[in-house]
Structure formats: structure tokens, C-alpha cells
């Protein structure tokens, strides 16, 4: 029976696991920072595209280290992330088996770069996408029960999170659909996260609003899967 003479070392880290071609080019936002009713109604989450990279200098503080008080040079990766459009508002009740889906809200306007992650054929369905649904802003009966619906989330929704898109057109990119993404809205009540997202349909979100400056962010990206 034949057999290795030598053991052979794993080749890569065991935390990027499976090592696979992805099916989705974005990134999964698996659980939101836990919300905090004493800071401001901010969001948690923005979508960025990897541009490319460089090299800064920058001198170390990190007590312990070697080359503390030292220049060194370190690979960085710049980030693009042109502003985010919030066109819904998707509410969450808790049940005993998690978070369930309460009232979905879309705002009047959507462009076309967006409305086509909901069509399967574009060609046939980009004259109607739609339509009837912004009516639904036009007709007063229908203004009056989403009022009935916005005060019902209010009163049995815990989790607020809006739905936004990237600008398709702001970039670089030969894409026709915008990335879209729900992003959970944290701190403050209830009613005024409902607010602050009724306030921002159709508007333009930044990521000034999401992270400041010199702030710590987790970054969740997406692997080629070359294995080593």
C-alpha cells in the first residue's frame, strides 16, 4: 500500500472557507450592529466598489510593536462609494421564531437601473413596471392607508430598515442593473426611524452619514476563489 513519505501542509487560512467561486458579486450583511435607542437614527451598512490600490506611509502606535514610533508602508485599498438612493421601507415584527416581514413601502419615483431587478424580462415588462404602484401616492384613499399602515409599524415593528440602491451611472462600470441592498436603521425610537426614512425616499444617502472619519468599519467583501 502506498503512502506519503512526508505530511503536506495545508495551503491558505482555514477562515476563508469554502474557497469557491461566489454566486452573487456583493457582499451578505449576515446580522446589523445592535440598535441603541440613545444615539441618533443613523444607518449601518453602505455598498462601496474596490477602485484599486496603493501604498501609504504612516508612523506606527501600537504599544508593544517594534517599529513603534517608526515610518513604515503599508498596501491600502481605495473604496469608491458614490451616495446610495433609498426608494423603500421594509418594517420587522419579532416573532418566537425571529424577525418577520410586516409592511414592504416603495417610493413613487424608481428609476429604470433599479426597477430591473424586479422584472425577469426587461424588454417586456419596462413599459409597466410600476405603474399601478405609484398611483398608490396619487389616489387619496390609498395615502390615507399607508398612513394607517405607517401607524400599525409603529406600534408592532421593532426593526426599521430602508431599501437603496447604488447609482449605476455615477461609475466606471459596464452594469445595467444597480446593486440593491436593505440596510437596518439603528438608534432612536421607533417612530422616529419611521420618520427619518419616510424623510429620505428618493433622496440621496452618502457615507458621510454612515461612518465618519478615522472610524473603525468591518468590511465584508467577496472572493475570486483561487484557492491559495
Not at 447609482?167 to 445595467?176: T, Y
Not at 440596510?183 to 424623510?199: F, M, P, R, S, Y
Request: proline share 4%; glycine share 6%; hydrophobic share 35%.
Amino acid at each position: 500500500m502506498s503512502h506519503k513519505k512526508f505530511s503536506t501542509p495545508r495551503h491558505g487560512s482555514l477562515s476563508f472557507l469554502p474557497q469557491k467561486h461566489i454566486s452573487k458579486h456583493r457582499g451578505k450583511v449576515k446580522s446589523f450592529p445592535k440598535d441603541d435607542p440613545s444615539k441618533r437614527v443613523h444607518l449601518t451598512a453602505f455598498l462601496g466598489y474596490k477602485a484599486g490600490m496603493t501604498h501609504i506611509m504612516w508612523e506606527v502606535d501600537r504599544p508593544g510593536s517594534k517599529v513603534i514610533k517608526k515610518e513604515v508602508v503599508e498596501a491600502v485599498t481605495i473604496v469608491e462609494t458614490p451616495p446610495m438612493v433609498v426608494v423603500g421601507i421594509v418594517s420587522y415584527m419579532g416573532t418566537p421564531r425571529g424577525l418577520r416581514t410586516f409592511k414592504a413601502v416603495f417610493s413613487e419615483h424608481i428609476i429604470d437601473e433599479c426597477k430591473r431587478h424586479f422584472c425577469k424580462n426587461w424588454h417586456k415588462s419596462k413599459t409597466k413596471a410600476f405603474t399601478k404602484y405609484c398611483k398608490k401616492w396619487q389616489d387619496e384613499d390609498d395615502k390615507q392607508q399607508l398612513g394607517k399602515d405607517f401607524s400599525s409599524v409603529k406600534k408592532y415593528c421593532p426593526v426599521i430598515r430602508v431599501i437603496a440602491h447604488t447609482q449605476r451611472h455615477l461609475l466606471p462600470l459596464h452594469l445595467k442593473k444597480a446593486h440593491l441592498m436593505e440596510i437596518q436603521v439603528n438608534g432612536g425610537t421607533v417612530a422616529k426611524k419611521l420618520d427619518w426614512a419616510c424623510e429620505r425616499l428618493e433622496e440621496q444617502v452618502s457615507v458621510n452619514q454612515v461612518s465618519g472619519q478615522e472610524e473603525m468599519i468591518n468590511v465584508i467583501g467577496v472572493a475570486k476563489g483561487k484557492r491559495y
